[in-house]
């Protein structure tokens, strides 16, 4: 949480009207610095810090910068006598009030902290907006938490499948999928709780950790594990919750039609065996229109079906009761619950009266309704079906009681394939050899395929409304006090129906009758009904609006949900359904959950929509495991959750029989439930708003980076492992803009976002008043990296000198083993300005600083002709000078760059420099050799340079250059003069080129010496004779005396910049980027003047250069 706050001191009342209304200043800060004088607000290209200081958009919170609460709360009604003496008393902290509030107004604003949901307005908000203040909630433990839980815990499952669950399961099996389903919520560890709950631990230990606004478990996960889990999960809730609607919507219809009117469906089976689809039909219509009316009800107003939860509830509690009750009858009055087998098959009893295949009268005997359902006609003599003629009718009782034994019977699971036959075991059956079409046979018979796994993902919805009192944290009295108490009791009464339910339905229901799933044998009676004492009805009814009502609950809160994920931006695209009615009813995120839920109402079966939200849901609470698993073993401070009956092994394990569930139930569902949240993962993580939540995922990236990086040595990595870890050097300019942003896009195309990057500058001054200008230098840098695509960091230093700031730079930046190992900076341009003199002394030292820290520097000359990201090169030639061999970077570097799409189409050329005792021929088949071994592709051309005479120009280039040097140093001119100097210097030194150009192409005398070399020159003068050579320099030098006082090694340099030069030009004049190896400075610091103009002659006449000076290590290898 940002800990910055504002307070308004009562002297500066009107002042701070008046920055209220101008502009917000950042804390602590009197006037806006970094601004020119006289500006009313911040520069154009000077952003003002946020409220957090860094301007990072981050969570609302009661107490941070809110300044006209601060006035009308604080400061109201206090006199101005008791304001100045409180300003005498507290006159030591005075200068401390702009940036932190007294004790008494964060205590008091805390105090006056309500739980306004989080993106959402209260819907029983007034559409005038009358009530200004929203009413304190008032919610206890009991109202709040623990019968929402009841309520969703306690459903459509109990009522309709869960007696099917344990006849086809049996006993001991369908305690281990109700112990399995609420392990991931229940799991006994405690010594003072037979069961302590997984999920609900995790859940209570994060919703005790600070104060809970409204949001539920969306809330908890997004602030523990960041904006991307948040988004994710909280989707996969929000579709869990819209299925789970469809879900209690197809319980209802089916148990209208099925129990309650059986007579009201549409359509009707045209052919035998067609019920099945014909109830699908009927389950689609019944459940489209109650849709329909249930998203009516909560469009008109959620007032209604919150008063009618209670009433909901009561039928909920009355039928459980009902259910026990009846348990109790049976073990001394069963009730009279015929069940007709033929053989050991059981029949459905709906379409005949009598269990009997004849009547037995005083005269005769007649053919009853079954005789006609297996024979071709009512006469005894007609043909029939043989397994009914060879096996007896046996009448048996559905609910023997509880005193029976039948439990015995129902111990094992049954499980079958889909069409079979509903068996009773140790019944005598004669086998006949062929069977007739049993559809068209009054048999029970299977509808689905059953297995242990599929039983799992149908019965777990029960066990999905745990955090329903979670979702109404803000709602309640003392969230962090009812959620773990009513959260645990719930979930310990609901694992205690169950479990209880389970042994009593095998104990007191005959085995076929649990697997009759839909009480065709109980002549399409609800078989929990049947059990239930005083009526069946109490069940019918009490699950019917149990139901509805649960559905109409999940209609309410899903688009709630999806509102709030819609209002904190997260996601671009759901903003839209952040929108609502005038009373801040979640109108367009009400439709689209209708439209979603009816696309579960489609599936029409309840059986197939059930693993769909059972996978949702447990990736859900596997995410609450998670989230409480990282923040206990991160440690973060403020972790400090009031509920202590946490560890992080209980989450852990939680987390584990989540997933493992996923899979148990379905596994293409739950690898299609993954790839949705890693699909909306990614998407937020793309085009996501940013958000700092101080979530646990970005603790845990501190962690792995603190652990990553105590791991990495110190030292220099292996040849293999080595990698351009880069310090981009950056000017500025007066408004603290980038001068060559182009040297960005150069890093981008060379690190194609691999490796470290670091992009540092410099401002020269203090910190204390460069303080706002450097926040926003920095601004502007984070801003152009984003354009340009750089990730990585940006590093400012406030120096007295750039000097000494570009040299900290090179020294400090990094951390640990993550440190640069090569410096790319922009060659200075106007280093021969006279107003620019510290510019080249600058550069000099910095390639100084480099070579001394084994840095590897890159120099990139007419930096602002690269090529941009989204320029695209489709031919040309990246020529590479390989003069001395610098550890293999000038290999390297052109590899890397073709990897990018700006140089992807260029060819690579590799040029090297022959002397005369070198075997040309032979250099070639070797540097073919070695690029072969390092698997690079490139063509190759060896350069012949032979030892030859220097020439005229040469000399006068290395005149025109000691003049200027001298002149420089020994002449203190004001500035003007300094101008007017340089000027004449350079007038008088392109007049010389002028001259010395004019007599190289006149055509030579015999008795002169060539000024400049041809190829046909170079070849004859390397048979002359070294006197010759001694009698050429006299020559030369009496063109002019002066040269012979020339310095000697300026001379030679100056030859090999010169000659160098014209090789390079000759070959590589089109090449879109030519890389030269930079020679390094002088020894002697008195000539880095001379320096910077050897390696402008170097490179004069070239577009694109990047002049290459190794750290001294090789970084290339052509070993595996």
Not at 60 to 76: K, M
Not at 608 to 619: E, G, N, Q
Request: proline residues 4%; neutral net charge.
């Amino acid at each position: 949480m940002p800990t910055n706050f504002t307070v308004v001191p009562v002297e500066a009342r009107a002042d701070a009207a008046q920055a209220q209304d101008g502009g917000d200043q950042a804390a602590g800060q009197p006037e806006a610095q970094g601004c020119p004088e006289g500006r009313a607000g911040p520069e154009p290209d000077c952003p003002s810090p946020g409220p957090a200081g860094d301007g990072t958009p981050r969570e609302s919170s009661p107490f941070i910068n809110n300044v006209e609460v601060e006035r009308d709360s604080v400061f109201e009604g206090k006199n101005m006598a008791q304001e100045n003496f409180e300003g005498k008393n507290m006159a030591l902290f005075e200068e401390e009030m702009d940036s932190n509030p007294m004790v008494s107004s964060l205590l008091n604003k805390l105090a006056n902290y309500t739980n306004l949901s989080q993106g959402v307005v209260e819907h029983e908000e007034d559409e005038d907006r009358r009530r200004r203040e929203v009413k304190a909630p008032h919610m206890g433990t009991f109202i709040g938490v623990y019968l929402p839980c009841l309520q969703n815990i306690l459903g459509v499952i109990l009522f309709l499948r869960l007696t099917w669950i344990v006849g086809v399961a049996g006993v001991l099996e369908s305690l281990l999928i109700v112990s399995l389903c609420c392990s991931c919520v229940a799991h006994g560890c405690h010594a003072h709780w037979d069961q302590t709950m997984l999920t609900a631990i995790s859940m209570s230990a994060i919703a005790t950790n600070g104060v809970v606004p409204a949001g539920g478990s969306y809330y908890m996960i997004s602030r523990s594990l960041g904006p991307e889990f948040g988004g994710a999960v909280g989707l996969c809730f929000y579709l869990g919750t819209t299925f789970a609607g469809a879900m209690y919507i197809l319980g209802t219809i089916e148990i209208f039609l099925t129990y309650i009117s059986p007579n009201a469906a549409v359509f009707l089976a045209d052919m035998a065996g067609g019920e099945a689809a014909a109830m699908l039909h009927n389950m689609r219509v019944y459940g489209s229109c109650t849709l329909v009316l249930m998203a009516t009800v909560v469009f008109v107003g959620v007032k209604y079906v919150n008063k009618l939860a209670l009433v909901f509830l009561a039928c909920v509690v009355l039928s459980i009761l009902a259910i026990y009750a009846g348990v109790i009858k049976t073990a001394f009055d069963p009730p009279d619950i015929p069940v007709c087998l033929l053989g050991n098959r059981t029949l459905s009893w709906l379409s005949f009266d009598v269990c009997a295949k004849v009547h037995g009268g005083l005269n005769s005997t007649a053919t009853t309704a079954l005789w006609g359902l297996f024979c071709n006609g009512s006469m005894p003599s007609a043909s029939c079906d043989e397994y009914f003629i060879q096996n007896n009718l046996t009448i048996i009782q559905g609910i023997p009681g509880v005193a029976s034994g039948v439990v015995l019977d129902n111990l094992w699971s049954t499980y079958v394939d889909k069409g079979s036959f509903v068996e009773k075991k140790g019944m005598p059956s004669v086998s006949v050899s062929s069977e007739a079409r049993a559809s068209s046979l009054p048999y029970v018979l299977t509808d689905i395929m059953t297995h242990f796994t599929l039983l799992v993902g149908i019965y777990f919805p029960s066990v999905t409304g745990i955090m329903a009192g979670s979702n109404r944290s803000g709602d309640l009295r003392d969230a962090q006090k009812s959620i773990p108490t009513g959260t645990i009791l719930a979930i310990a009464t609901t694992s205690f129906i169950y479990l209880s339910c389970v042994v009593l339905f095998g104990a007191c229901i005959e085995g076929v009758v649990l697997r009759d799933k839909f009480g065709e044998a109980l002549q399409g009676k609800l078989v929990i009904g049947m059990l239930a004492w005083p009526s069946p009805w109490v069940i019918v009814i009490g699950s019917f609006f149990s139901t509805c009502g649960a559905g109409l609950q999940s209609l309410t809160g899903a688009p709630r949900l999806l509102q709030a994920i819609a209002r904190d931006g997260i996601i671009p695209f759901l903003q839209v359904f952040g929108h609502g009615k005038a009373n801040g009813e979640p109108t367009w995120a009400l439709l689209l959950t209708a439209l979603i839920c009816e696309i579960g109402i489609l599936i029409a079966s309840l059986d197939s929509v059930a693993p769909i939200l059972s996978m949702f849901f447990l990736m859900c609470y596997m995410f609450v495991n998670l989230a409480c698993a990282v923040q206990t073993l991160l440690r973060t401070p403020n972790w400090r959750p009031r509920f202590k009956y946490y560890h992080w092994t209980l989450s852990f394990l939680g987390m584990s029989l989540c997933l493992a569930l996923m899979f148990i139930c379905s596994w293409y569902y739950a690898l299609c439930a993954m790839l949705i949240a890693g699909l909306i993962y990614k998407y937020i993580e793309y085009r996501g708003a940013e958000k700092e939540w101080g979530d646990g995922i970005r603790g845990l990236s501190l962690n792995a980076a603190r652990y990553a990086l105590l791991r990495v040595e110190h030292g220099p990595p292996h040849t293999k492992n080595w990698r351009p870890q880069v310090l981009v050097m950056l000017n500025l300019d007066a408004e603290q803009a980038v001068k060559h942003p182009r040297l960005l896009s150069f890093t981008t195309q060379l690190k194609a976002g691999k490796g470290l990057t670091i992009v540092g500058s410099v401002l020269e001054g203090t910190y204390l008043d460069k303080r706002a200008e450097a926040q926003c230098a920095e601004e502007n840098i984070r801003s152009l990296m984003g354009v340009e695509k750089t990730k990585g960091f940006c590093q400012l230093v406030v120096s007295s000198s750039l000097r000494d700031g570009t040299s900290h730079l090179i020294q400090s930046a990094g951390l640990g083993g993550m440190k640069h190992n090569t410096v790319l900076m922009a060659w200075p341009e106007s280093w021969k300005q006279a107003d620019n003199h510290l510019s080249w002394k600058n550069f000099v030292d910095t390639v100084r600083d480099t070579t001394a820290a084994h840095q590897a520097l890159l120099v990139a000359k007419n930096v602002d002709l690269f090529p941009q990201n989204h320029e695209r090169f489709s031919d040309g030639n990246i020529d590479v000078w390989w003069v001395v061999h610098d550890g293999g970077m000038l290999m390297l570097l052109p590899f890397l760059l073709h990897q990018h799409k700006v140089w992807r189409k260029c060819r690579m050329r590799i040029f090297t420099v022959a002397q005369v005792d070198d075997n040309s021929i032979q250099m070639k088949k070797d540097l073919q050799m070695f690029l072969y071994h390092l698997r690079i592709s490139a063509e190759v051309e060896v350069v012949e340079m032979v030892e030859n005479d220097i020439s005229a120009f040469t000399y006068e280039k290395t005149l025109m250059m000691e003049q200027r040097s001298q002149m420089l140093k020994q002449m203190q001119l004001s500035k003007n003069e300094r101008e007017r100097e340089a000027q004449l210097i350079h007038d008088r030194n392109t007049a010389s080129h002028s001259a010395v150009a004019a007599k190289t192409q006149a055509p030579p005398t015999p008795d002169r010496v060539q000024m400049t070399w041809t190829k046909e020159k170079l070849v004859s003068e390397k048979h002359k004779v070294k006197d010759a050579s001694v009698g050429g320099f006299k020559d030369i030098f009496s063109l002019k005396p002066e040269w012979g006082n020339l310095n000697q090694s300026n001379v030679r340099r100056m030859h090999t910049a010169v000659k160098l030069n014209e090789v390079v030009l000759n070959k590589s004049q089109d090449a879109q980027l030519v890389l030269l190896n930079m020679p390094g400075p002088p020894k002697n610091r008195q000539g880095d003047e001379n320096y910077m103009e050897f390696l402008e002659v170097l490179t004069e006449g070239l577009n694109r250069v990047l002049l290459v000076r190794g750290g001294g290590r090789e970084v290339i290898t052509i070993y595996s």
